[in-house]
């Protein structure tokens, strides 16, 4: 009964290849975020949406980027995977001042 | 510089006595707090929340308390049962609703 649904949920890629992790919402949220972890490690904000055709980089440099074309839909992706790009991979989306609602993650392995 | 801090990356408690969760916080611009829970290969899941003119919220099982002056709050998980065995993050809500996450703490619930 998840309202906001990532797609793979695992994925194993070469390096070079281009990928799109996808995420979508169906509670209308007007906000959207991507966030970052690596085992042990604090979630680091890397992309965020405010609205349709709004995006911004977060706190984290990443090479990765985004889009907002539609209000529930908010794909990542990489031009070119690297093995640094191994992580796991979160969407987010959330009401003002209500805190975020997460995906179940992309678990990404870049060989 | 890390804003949320979790100084305890792991914390084993015996089934049914209380679990402690530490949280301390360096912007006094923060004015809204959350705890989240998660599991392995999942998002995470909101907990529960406190406003800073709160001091205190209670929601079953779990109480966050707030110490504005010492900037620091504690979630208490009371009794702890085994499906609490997850990784916990502390976060902070800031003015621009973005959630700035602790690096999280690994509670271990002992049968």
């Not at chain 1, 007007?30 to 995006?55: A, F, R």
């Not at chain 1, 985004?66 to 093995?83: C, G, K, M, Q």
């Not at chain 1, 191994?86 to 001042?97: D, N, P, V």
């Amino acid at each position: 009964e998840a309202d906001i649904y990532q797609t793979p949920r695992y994925l194993v890629i070469g390096t070079g290849k281009k990928i799109t992790l996808e995420c979508s919402q169906t509670m209308g949220h007007d906000k959207m975020y991507w966030y970052q972890q690596d085992p042990g490690m604090e979630l680091h904000l890397i992309h965020y949406s405010y609205g349709v055709n709004s995006t911004e980089k977060g706190d984290l440099s990443s090479e990765s980027t985004v889009s907002r074309i539609r209000t529930e839909h908010f794909p990542l992706t990489l031009e070119s995977a690297r093995p640094s790009h191994t992580s796991q991979y979160l969407c987010a989306s959330s009401e003002q001042h209500y805190g975020y609602t997460f995906g179940s993650g992309t678990r990404l392995t870049v060989v | 510089d890390q804003q949320v801090k979790q100084n305890s990356p792991s914390l084993s408690v015996q089934e049914g006595r209380i679990s402690i969760l530490n949280c301390d916080y360096t912007n006094s611009m923060f004015d809204y707090f959350l705890w989240y829970k998660k599991y392995p290969a999942e998002g995470p899941t909101f907990l529960i929340s406190i406003s800073s003119i709160k001091d205190k919220n209670e929601d079953g099982r779990f109480t966050v308390f707030l110490n504005k002056s010492a900037k620091h709050l504690s979630l208490h998980i009371v009794p702890s049962q085994p499906g609490d065995s997850a990784v916990y993050f502390c976060a902070a809500l800031n003015r621009d609703d973005k959630i700035i996450f602790g690096k999280g703490t690994r509670l271990h619930i002992l049968p």
